[in-house]
């Protein structure tokens, strides 16, 4: 299943309350989260109470490895 990385709309500073429902109804962190790319998100997109969010890229480490 195809996934969409998404965090709440910010309004005069206040995150949006947004349940998941695939959580057991917990509300969407303000940090973001990937949640099922399905109508219940995509309606979300549209009503303005999220936005989408770049995928987090992982650190890439300057270490190198001894042989």
Known sequence: MSMLNVKPKMINGVACIVRMPEMNNQVL?????HVPDNSYWRRRLRDGDIERVPAARP?????????
């Open 59 to 67: 650190a890439k480490s300057n270490t190198q490895t001894e042989s």
């Open 29 to 33: 962190p303000e940090k973001g989260t």
